[in-house]
Nanobody, 117 residues
Framework: QVQLVESGGGLVQAGGSLRLACAAS????????MAWYRQAPEKQRELVAR???????NYADSVKGRFTISRNNAKNTAYLQMNNLQPEDTAVYYC???????????WGQGTQVTVSS
């Protein structure tokens, strides 16, 4: 099993920045991709960004140019740098670990990000 622990959420004004971290432990050999999702109140959970073990990334259109996903394989940690945050970015952000088939094998507990206008 894989355990994920997130950190770094909080309250920020519009235009500000936050950096989320997701530390993985357990059966980390099974992790191929790491991803960040978010869920705003009364909305479905959506993919924000994803990164493979080789460093390839993809992003939701709404965050391209503002968010950057990265990972430190030596530390088994993934990051999400969020710049120029906007009120519509307010959500609970979840880290996810995916296997080589793209199946989510573990979720983090979630961290709240609130952007005030």
């Amino acid at each position: 099993q894989v355990q994920l622990v997130e950190s770094g959420g909080g309250l920020v004004q519009a235009g500000g920045s936050l950096r989320l971290a997701c530390a993985a432990s357990g059966s980390i050999f099974s992790i191929h991709r790491m991803a960040w999702y978010r869920q705003a109140p009364e909305k479905q959970r959506e993919l924000v960004a994803r990164i493979t073990s080789g460093g390839s990334t993809n992003y939701a259109d709404s965050v391209k140019g503002r968010f950057t996903i990265s990972r430190n394989n030596a530390k088994n940690t993934a990051y999400l740098q969020m710049n120029n945050l906007q009120p519509e970015d307010t959500a609970v952000y979840y880290c996810a670990a995916l296997d080589g088939y793209g199946t989510i094998i573990s979720w983090g507990q979630g961290t709240q990000v609130t952007v005030s206008s």
